[in-house]
């Protein structure tokens, strides 16, 4: 289980619902990863659409918490309109906090994420901040009342896996009560495993499970490499070494000559 | 009286917020509102009276990561 905002949560994995081949692959998809918490957005609605509702009642119908994004935010008024909307929206005070700082890298305007996080938390909010792996900037989220922070490990939608791994170390070992969930960047099951064996508490995944071949058991396989990677964190690695080291006890081998 | 709604331009003869998003089709318990910058509640719509120029918008929820 896991910890967020007092909610006493089963899947390591949260799962995004953009990019799916059709609504019925999303909802296979949700379902075999057995995630418990789902992102969402806010768009502009057309004049008598139907878009809107029909999602909303699909998503209802899973049974999931949804998690509303401020995604394409730029500033932190935006952000901040945009999380008050979603929140009256979705009937939730929970928000995947993003501001968005550069277009090529889709990398957060981490002084605008601050400000944001400030506003929102005094505001009754639980921020899940979209972040950089700098500690700098999560102490001043942490100080801006986040009790969860998401760092990426490589650029949204990247598909390149942890870039900087000394960073999310650091990163685990700075902050070793805060729940810490890895969001953006993941391509493969093992990129997964390899955050959840650093300590990480969970991972966002999007793109690498809408984007596979089928996106249905992909979501599965994301599911156990978590659960291993997780399993593997609270047994204890073994650390590398330089040098070999016998498997095979050598005391009380025989002497032949 | 002009307004701009999801940023594009109408022009309407509405009071309220509420007799906008009638007159433009917008309904359903699925939308939320913001005029100006500023969240107008779902309780709020029919109290919430238009001037010349307004900016609304009308969000309904969306796929997202």
Redesign the interface.
Known sequence: MISLYGSEIGSRLLLGTARYPSPAVLEQSVRRSGTEIVTVSLRRETAGGKAGGAFFEMIKSLGVRVLPNTAGCHSASEAVLTARMARELFDTDWIKLEVIGHHDTLQPDVFALVEAARILCADGFKVFPYTTDDLVVAERLLEAGCQVLMPWCAPIGSAIGPVNIMALKAMRAHFPDVPLIVDAGIGRPSHAAMVMELGYDAVLLNTAVAGAGDPAAMAEAFAKAIDAGRGAWLAGLLEPRDLAVPSTPVIGKAVFS | MRLI???EEYHLDAATLADAMTK???E???????VN???V??QDRAGHRLTEGDRI?????????
């Open positions: 709604v999801n940023g433009l089709d917008f359903g318990g699925w939308l939320v509102t913001a910058g500023e969240l509640h779902r918008e009308i969000l309904s929820p969306m796929q997202g990561g």
